[in-house]
């Protein structure tokens, strides 16, 4: 099976602070997905990327950047959390040879940002 | 822009009863997936509809692609307990990148 990881399932962080949220995949997948979750406004895409330092913005990037050095691990950045980014971060991944086949997601980060 | 919205937010239904959720695009899509949070968790995906009209089951559960692909459905016969969740539909953006539009979801709750 596939396996999304993501490093912190919950995370407490300070209004300014740079937070790095970690996902690596197991599966050799080229593209991988950034969302973040909130009550009445289902997944929203943040970043995604489709291969090493590829990446592009999704439909919510600001205040966000992302860093794919390795295939395995997509990594999120908040550049000055604020509170406004105080959500459930899910990461995923699909194979581009398998498009079709659906996301796997990582378990979820839940931010508060304080 | 490209849309996905999804009927209703949210169903409260007795078990044993069935339910049905909607989702219509705002232009054609290539595929349509579903996807089933339960509380807590994160979504897992269910299924993928590609063919105009489609009609795929999963025990109780009956997945359906519009004849245009711009709408879904998804119905549960007798709900249980075990259905309990968020349901997402998903159509395929991109079929280079894999990018795919969520709907917001239906919140399912079952009442024993």
């Known amino acids: 099976d596939v396996k999304v990881t993501q490093s912190s399932r919950y995370l407490v962080k300070r209004t300014g602070e740079k937070v790095f949220l970690e996902c690596v995949q197991d599966?050799?997948?080229?593209?991988m997905f950034w969302y973040r979750q909130d009550p009445g406004l289902g997944l929203r895409l943040i970043y995604f990327s489709y291969d090493v330092k590829m990446k592009e913005k999704g439909d919510i990037p600001e205040g966000y950047s992302v860093s794919r050095e390795k295939k395995e691990r997509f990594s999120l950045i908040l550049e000055s959390a604020s509170t406004n980014q105080t959500s459930m971060y899910l990461c995923?991944?699909?194979?581009?040879?398998?498009?079709?086949?659906?996301?796997?997601f990582g378990s979820g980060t839940r931010l508060t940002v304080v | 822009g490209q849309q996905v919205m999804q009927i209703p937010q949210y169903q409260h239904v007795q078990e044993g009863e069935d339910f049905t959720t909607y989702c219509n695009s705002s232009?054609?899509?290539?595929?349509i997936q579903w996807y089933k949070q339960r509380p807590g968790g994160h979504p897992v995906f269910l299924i993928q509809l590609v063919k105009s009209g489609e009609v795929k089951k999963q025990k109780r559960l009956t997945f359906q692609f519009g004849e245009a692909k711009k709408n879904s459905s998804l119905h549960i016969t007798a709900t249980q307990t075990t259905d309990v969740g968020t349901y997402f539909c998903a159509g395929l953006r991109s079929s280079n990148t894999g990018k795919l539009i969520f709907g917001q979801g239906t919140t399912l709750q079952v009442k024993p």
């Open positions: 599966m050799d997948h080229e593209n």
């Open positions: 232009t054609t899509l290539s595929n």
């Open positions: 995923a991944s699909t194979s581009r040879s398998r498009a079709f086949y659906g996301y796997t």
